[in-house]
């Protein structure tokens, strides 16, 4: 139980450290996040085609603006064909993105895997945890189009504002689901790595070659005499 205490002391000790960054961290994970992955969310259409939302990094904020539950890092431009104003929605990609990446790599990186199995589970992870936040930003848009923000009966898709209702709302979920997919990725990997080593062939045992007695030795192995020297005839 040792080895696994240690294993969960440092991934506590590292999503301590890690879990809150330095504003110029969180400020450029932002930007790096809204230049690809949210980049993608620009292509998605609300409203029959008629909704548009792009998300931009934005300055950390600390407490939460009025309106908003969350504090924010980046913001979600809202527009609609024909209308002029573009409303804007902070997000909070710590919360969202970052945390959850942090999570499956840590857990990743600290398990007992061999390199080549923690890279392939980081690499099937990583763009699962990416597609979930683009998809929790897309629910939260879909759901402010359709009246989320609104008074209760302006909500005009009864199974969206239950869906975001009960996943989204909840931030717990948004740790939740990153942990149970490392543990499914490291339980994967496990089992690979002992179907590997139970399938590789053992070297073959070189045993060192027995002495035969000198009865056993073949004609051309048998010790020949040696005469011994004769000396001078005695007078």
């Excluded at 890690?18 to 992955?37: D, H, K, M």
């Excluded at 710590?94 to 499956?104: E, F, G, Q, V």
């Excluded at 499914?184 to 002495?211: G, M, T």
Aim: net charge positive; charged share 15%.
């Amino acid at each position: 139980m040792r080895p696994i205490a240690a294993r969960v002391g440092a991934f506590l000790v590292v999503v301590a450290l890690a879990g809150w960054p330095w504003q110029p961290v969180r400020r450029a994970f932002a930007s790096a996040y809204c230049a690809t992955v949210g980049a993608a969310l620009a292509s998605v259409n609300f409203r029959d085609g008629a909704g548009h939302a792009r998300v931009m990094p934005a300055p950390p904020t600390t407490v939460r603006r009025p309106g908003e539950n969350v504090t924010s890092d980046a913001e979600v431009e809202l527009s609609v064909d024909g209308l002029s104003g573009h409303p804007r929605l902070g997000v909070n990609l710590r919360r969202d993105a970052y945390l959850p990446l942090l999570l499956l790599i840590g857990a990743i990186a600290l398990a007992p895997l061999r390199m080549r199995s923690k890279a392939i589970a980081l690499l099937v992870g990583l763009p699962i945890v990416l597609a979930a936040s683009l998809a929790a930003l897309a629910a939260l848009v879909g759901w402010v189009f359709a009246g989320g923000l609104g008074p209760p009966d302006a909500m005009k898709s009864a199974s969206l504002d239950v869906a975001v209702r009960m996943l989204l709302a909840p931030p717990g979920n948004r740790f939740i689901a990153p942990l149970v997919l490392a543990a499914v990725l490291i339980l994967w990997r496990l089992r690979a790595d002992r179907r590997s080593d139970r399938q590789r062939p053992s070297p073959p045992s070189v045993e060192p070659p027995s002495e035969l007695p000198p009865s056993e030795l073949p004609p051309s192995e048998l010790p020949s005499a040696t005469p011994a020297p004769s000396g001078p005839p005695a007078s």
